[in-house]
């Protein structure tokens, strides 16, 4: 039978080991345990904005699998049946929109407030960025070839859509991809009054928080038009504003050979890819997307996307 004196040495000991196991718990942090401004795997810091970069609102490079085959090797590459690594959990998305928690804001400076229209030139990294989705029609074939090769991109989603497919936008999320503002409803904003443009951002940031766990960091304007109404209202919102570079004008359906031969003649290290998911017949942006991937790839080009 034990005495006293061994029964309270026994239970310093469970005592001491526990603690320990607290300790290399806490020690064992994901990459995007730190939020908004947390590192990415495979992240390249340098291949940002050529702007100043903000506490955690400047884009960092994920390289894509070379030759259009995922490798373990390549950072960044994503296996055709797991998301990249790195990718947010369903969970930690659900948790984090408890009820009571009020989202924070980052503060902008004003360079940070600009629109950002092309990346650092100086390493051969590409943005590619989505627009007007989520489009159950396109944008999960979009989401496959992404994963194909291993490819993080920037969705720049409406409202309107993601309220009717609040599935489909967590599943861009949890796919790796971030997810950006692109108003509720796909206005012209230089014709919106502050208390209209606030309610169009306002509510689509609010959605999108609510959906994935995650702020939007990023915000487009419809057609590339801010005013300086919705500039203040980003701002506000703690969301910068990207541009793009290149513009295939996909929209128009000029065809899939035109949006391919646009794209990879007018890209260049640090551009920012302008396609569709939404808003239409997007089938000849997707057949681009499986023609020119590979090519840029190939070539030697690098995928970036924001941390969201």
């Keep these: 039978m034990l005495s006293d004196r061994q029964i309270t040495s026994r239970r310093l000991l469970l005592v001491a ?9 806490a020690g064992c942090r994901s990459p995007w345990s730190g939020g908004e401004g947390g590192a990415e795997a495979g992240v390249d810091e340098s291949a ?12 960092g490079a994920v390289p894509a699998a070379q030759s259009g085959v995922p490798s373990a090797a390549a950072p960044g590459a994503a296996s055709p049946s797991a998301p990249p690594s790195g990718a947010p959990s369903a969970t930690a998305s659900s948790s984090a929109t408890a009820p009571g928690v009020v989202p924070v804001h980052k503060v902008l400076s004003e360079a940070e407030s600009k629109p950002v229209y ?24 979009v989401l496959a070839l992404l994963q194909q090769y291993g490819i993080r991109a920037t969705f720049f989603l409406v409202g309107e859509n993601a309220v009717e ?4 936008v967590r599943e861009i999320a949890d796919r790796g991809h971030h997810i950006a503002n692109h108003t509720w409803t796909h206005p012209d904003l230089r014709h919106l009054s502050d208390t209209q443009a606030r309610d169009e951002l306002e509510r689509t940031s609010d959605l999108l928080h609510r959906t994935t766990g995650r702020l939007p960091t990023w915000f487009r304007a419809p057609g590339g038009d801010w005013s300086p109404v919705s500039l203040k209202v980003a701002a506000d919102l703690g969301m910068r504003n990207m541009g793009w570079s290149v513009d295939p004008r996909d929209w128009a359906r000029p065809g899939t050979s035109v949006i391919t031969e646009r794209i990879l003649k007018d890209v260049r290290p640090g551009s920012i890819v302008l396609n ?4 239409g017949d997007r089938s000849q942006t997707v057949a681009a997307l499986k023609a020119y991937l590979p090519v840029l790839i190939d070539s030697g080009y690098f995928f970036t996307a924001p941390p969201n």
Excluded: Q
Excluded at 120 to 138: E, N
């Design 165 to 168: 497919h609040p599935a489909l």
């Design 17 to 25: 080991a526990g603690m320990s196991l607290l300790g290399a718990a």
């Design 118 to 141: 092309e990346l650092d030139a100086a390493r051969r990294v590409v943005a590619l960025t989505i627009d007007d989705g989520p489009d159950p029609r396109y944008t999960p074939t």
């Design 276 to 279: 569709h998911d939404g808003g």
């Design 48 to 59: 940002l904005p050529a702007v100043p970069a903000g506490p955690d609102g400047a884009p």
